[in-house]
């Protein structure tokens, strides 16, 4: 028998997973209103956003370093290289290509 699987009204206050049906939280007992829902999937969008900018922040601040760009750029070259052995994934030669570049002057 196949399980359906609802999203929660989340406490405005705690953050707790409330029953569709909930007049007050049973954490914190903070009050449930009828657009609380609403407020917690601007709440869910707000933080996703949030850390989408700052994971590109740091991604930037890291591509700031000469090695971290020649890790990338090794990444991207065994990405590239998938695309001419078919039967490597680009994930698997992205991450031996940065392997590569990455340990290439641990060698020398």
């Known amino acids: 028998m196949e399980e359906i699987v ?3 009204t989340m406490c405005v206050k ?16 903070q009050g449930v209103e009828a657009d609380d829902s609403r407020r917690t999937l601007d ?4 933080f ?8 590109g922040n740091h991604a930037r601040d890291i591509m700031q370093n ?6 990338a750029g090794g990444a ?8 001419v052995i078919p ?3 680009s994930g698997v030669v992205a991450v031996l290509g940065a392997g590569y570049v990455a340990f290439k ?4």
């Open 14 to 29: 705690c953050s707790a997973a409330l029953p569709e049906e909930a007049k007050f939280c049973s954490q914190c007992g």
């Open 105 to 108: 002057p641990l060698t020398k």
């Open 43 to 46: 709440a869910a969008r707000d």
């Open 76 to 83: 991207a070259l065994g990405a590239a290289a998938a695309t």
């Open 87 to 89: 039967f490597l994934t």
């Open 66 to 71: 000469p090695t971290a760009q020649k890790i």
């Open 48 to 55: 996703v956003v949030g850390t989408a900018n700052e994971a």
């Open 6 to 8: 609802r999203l929660s």
